[in-house]
């Protein structure tokens, strides 16, 4: 149980281009889901939390503009990559909170690629 | 600043060759400490949260405790299976149902048959 499905696992995109990755609670809802990168043999960074239909807060740093997040229901919650450059090129990572006793669970992440 | 530090970055142990991996965190606030797993091209998997000092969890070959300062990942006679890069992250406090995770930069085991 408490699975979240993370779509696509591998993309590659052209330079300019947009890119969408779904994040699916699959046998419960989530009300906070959180966006992660991450960069070759490093750790986790927080890029946002997205909240059902609320607008998502973003870390420090990100740029809401090109991180568009939307949580419309309490199974869904998409990231989109807007005008994709080589930089944006990363390891996506969604989470949702399962309560106190239960962590965290993840999705199994979306290897970006922009050429 | 809160602050989330790993060690080693990187540990190589002969199967069944027993060891500890390390987490500590200067930050205001703890709701939790929580270790993943990570294996390659892969999100993390959970394995335990840790709430208060003097806390211990087991699972299989791994045992994680928690103390005011610090946080040991201990590994008992491991097997091949279990290499992969291990995570911890702290949850800060505040007023939301779902904190924000802070996570160290990870340890990478690799056990060697």
């Known amino acids: 149980g408490a699975v979240v499905s993370q779509h696509p696992s591998r993309v590659i995109c052209k330079s300019g281009t947009s890119v969408k990755i779904e994040c699916r609670s699959l046998d419960f809802q989530a009300t906070t889901m959180f966006w992660y990168r991450q960069f070759p043999k490093k750790s986790l960074m927080l890029m946002a939390t997205?909240?059902?239909?609320?607008?998502?807060?973003?870390e420090q740093g990100v740029e809401k503009d090109k991180f568009l997040i939307n949580h419309a229901s309490l199974t869904l919650s998409t990231l989109t990559v807007t005008s994709a450059h080589p930089e944006d090129s990363s390891f996506y990572i969604c989470?949702?909170?399962?309560?106190?006793?239960?962590?965290?669970?993840f999705g199994s992440g979306t290897r970006l690629t922009v050429v | 600043e809160d602050q989330v530090t790993q060690s080693p970055e990187a540990l190589r142990l002969q199967e069944g060759e027993s060891s500890s991996l390390n987490c500590s965190y200067t930050?205001?606030?703890?709701?939790?400490l929580f270790w993943y797993r990570q294996d390659p091209g892969k999100g993390p998997e959970f394995l335990f949260t840790l709430y208060s000092a003097g806390e211990e969890k087991e699972k299989e070959r791994l045992k994680a405790t928690l103390t005011k300062k610090e946080s040991f990942l201990h590994i008992t006679a491991p097997k091949p299976e279990d290499s992969a890069t291990y995570l911890c992250a702290v949850l800060l406090g505040g007023g939301t149902s779902y904190g924000k995770l802070t996570f160290g930069q990870g340890t990478i085991l690799t056990v060697h048959p």
């Open positions: 930050v205001s606030g703890l709701r939790g």
């Open positions: 989470s949702a909170g399962l309560g106190k006793f239960y962590g965290y669970t």
């Open positions: 997205s909240n059902e239909g609320s607008k998502a807060t973003y």
